[in-house]
């Protein structure tokens, strides 16, 4: 059974730094594409990050561009999001996910975590 786990968030004032890590178990392979999603609320759920199975190509939606760096540690079988800067407008749950598909369409994504909260006060 496929499992991922997301952790890290939280209530940050603006301008301030969170990480959001994500454990994925279960998946037969590593080769693996994994995303990262967030809603906020009354919001449709939009794309943040993605990082290919090997790590080398890493594409981002622009508002976070520059803030906000996606990783991820095959043997650990972890994927990172380092937030920096964050504003107000960054407030959502944020999901990961993996898929065999390197996408920005959520419906590509075969599993996805529990999500975790994440707000930023002004």
């Known amino acids: 059974q496929v499992q991922l786990v997301e952790s890290g968030g939280g209530l940050v004032q603006a301008g301030d730094s969170l990480r959001l890590s994500c454990t994925i178990s279960g998946l037969p392979s590593r080769r693996y594409a994994m995303a990262w999603f967030r809603q906020a609320p009354g919001k449709e759920r939009e794309f943040v990050a993605d990082i290919s199975w090997s790590g080398n190509t890493k594409y981002y939606t622009d508002s976070v561009k520059g803030r906000f760096t996606i990783s991820r540690d095959i043997d650990k079988n972890t994927v990172l999001l380092q937030m920096s800067s964050l504003k107000p407008e960054d407030t959502a749950v944020y999901y990961c996910?993996?898929?065999?598909?390197?996408?920005?369409?959520?419906?590509?994504?075969?599993?996805w975590g529990q999500g975790t909260q994440v707000t930023v006060s002004s």
């Open positions: 996910a993996a898929g065999t598909l390197l996408t920005r369409r959520g419906e590509s994504y075969e599993s």
